[in-house]
Nanobody, 120 residues
């Protein structure tokens, strides 16, 4: 059973940075496809970034060049470094994992409780 717990959200000014962290249960990192999606009020859920077991990454066009996804297998941690934040980045961010990479991040079978990011 995969367990995911996010942290690192908060309030930040436009142009600022935040780093989200996701601690995963043992053997999740590097074994499952993982990523982040966000739920923005009154908008559809959006897959933000993904990372596969081989370390390959993918990003939504809206965050390319600003966000970086990474993981640390030793620590069982996944990160989302968010730079040059914009008001439209405001939302609830979820850490997700699944054995199937080929579907939207918000459909992944395992997710954390979410962490709120507010940019103003």
């Amino acid at each position: 059973h995969v367990q995911l717990v996010e942290s690192g959200g908060g309030s930040v000014q436009v142009g600022g940075s935040l780093r989200l962290s996701c601690v995963a249960s043992d053997d999740t990192i590097g074994r499952y496809c993982m990523g982040w999606f966000r739920q923005i009020p009154d908008k559809e859920r959006e897959g933000v970034a993904g990372i596969e077991s081989d370390g390959s990454t993918s990003y939504a066009d809206s965050v390319k060049g600003r966000f970086t996804i990474s993981y640390d297998r030793v620590k069982n941690m996944m990160y989302l470094q968010m730079n040059n934040l914009k008001p439209e980045d405001t939302g609830m961010y979820y850490c997700v994992a699944d054995s199937n990479c080929d579907m939207p991040k918000y459909e992944y079978g395992y997710r954390g409780q979410g962490t709120q990011v507010t940019v103003s």
